[in-house]
DNA sequence: TAGATTGTTAATCGATTAACAATC
DNA sequence: TAGATTGTTAATCGATTAACAATC
């Protein structure tokens, strides 16, 4: 049993490690040691004691009046956000969304690695996006059972999300993220983590049409 | 004095209408003309008190018995999320994901239009994508100033995150829809919203070392 | 030492969930 | 009518914020 798998972290903790992890990790590069709470909150505009709160949940220990050493806690974040273990993922559906996340650099240096793309268009299958190949969707099974992905990237239209995801599932799939608008319906043990860019869009309108606060 | 700006909408219903949206929609697209909470609430495997209190804050109302009438709630809903409105809005940053988002239909058809996208590449000038024309940074303020343009989609390195912001504010602009994993400092009267992919990837790697629930 | 910061417990706040009368 | 569903008030739950002793 591993660290993480007893311990339950809140949402929105974990929402808020990454960035905390991307302002220490600046601050170690400018060769900081130490960095307290009170630094990170300012840096990002937020309160204090959340992040104290927030890091209290990392095996890191602050001292006081110093603070946390940044290497300490930079793997103490990591830890708990499994930034510190390496993941072979692949991507379905290579259009604009999915070739955009396979260029996306941030994702290898966080320990997922994209080692396939699928995709149903014909003209794309053995052209490469970013290093990563397109392979044919017929091939989608076959690859995962022989290579043991785990993890799967979702970026179909929607029409086609359900139908994917069960084949998915079917070949061993253990988590699914997913950026199409569809409640996709898996059995219990596969995760689902859904990204919905409108929710945002409609966030932001509000906020617009209310002026700023 | 408009409707959403008096009245303070919980942000996790702002979130969630979207999907509300998206379902009545595909019930409207069957012939159906009136829905239940429950019905939407089924639908998205959430809970059907939740959706009844978040379809009150629309100007719609329900019939015991019957339900919603579609087309009032599709109005209502869009009247406060603002996707009854049409918005030009421009890019900048046209990398990989600055381009996704421009060939992206859905936001055109939620009253959000990519007027112009600007970059600090001078290849790409004069280029479009997706019917959207790269311009040259260099006219982003004269730009946004002719055309009154209030939003803008910040989706540049983050290097240039902040000194784009700046020139953006600068210029007249009311909104920015920030994709970059940078704090943005700007006036109180500016709204920034911020998208980071960053802590979906988080969520989902915390849920899959717990394994499924 | 003095005082800033941690770690933790208590208070507050807001969202979710439960309950139920009203109603079509 | 009977009963499913709305609208709304109350109870619960969880996250944020406040408070404060411990400590370096």
Redesign the pocket.
């Known amino acids: 049993m591993t660290d993480s798998s007893d311990k339950k972290y ?4 974990i ?2 490690l990454p960035s905390y992890l991307r302002v220490i990790k600046a601050l170690d590069f400018e060769g900081r040691e130490f ?6 909150a300012n840096e990002l505009g ?11 949940y990392t095996e ?9 050493r940044i290497t300490e806690l930079m793997h103490g974040i990591r830890s708990i956000i499994g930034w510190d273990r390496n993941s072979e993922a692949i991507l379905v559906g290579a259009g604009c969304l999915g070739s955009a996340l396979l260029g996306f650099p941030g994702f290898s240096k966080r320990g997922l690695n994209f080692v396939a793309a699928f995709d149903a268009d014909r003209e794309k299958y053995g052209t490469y996006v970013h290093e990563c190949e397109i392979k044919p969707i017929e091939e989608l099974e076959k690859f995962i059972t022989e290579r043991l992905i785990e993890i799967a990237v979702l970026t179909v239209p929607s029409f086609a999300a359900q139908q994917v995801t069960d084949r998915l599932v079917n070949a061993g799939i253990k988590g699914i993220w997913n950026f199409s608008p569809v409640r996709l319906k898996v059995p219990p043990s596969v995760v689902v983590q859904s990204e919905n860019l409108m929710s945002g869009l409609a966030v932001f309108m509000v906020r617009m049409a209310r002026g700023a606060e």
């Open positions: 809140p949402v929105p903790t929402r808020r960095v307290s709470a009170t630094d990170i937020i309160d204090s004691i959340k992040v104290r709160k927030d890091l209290a890191a220990t602050g001292k006081p009046r110093v603070g946390y």
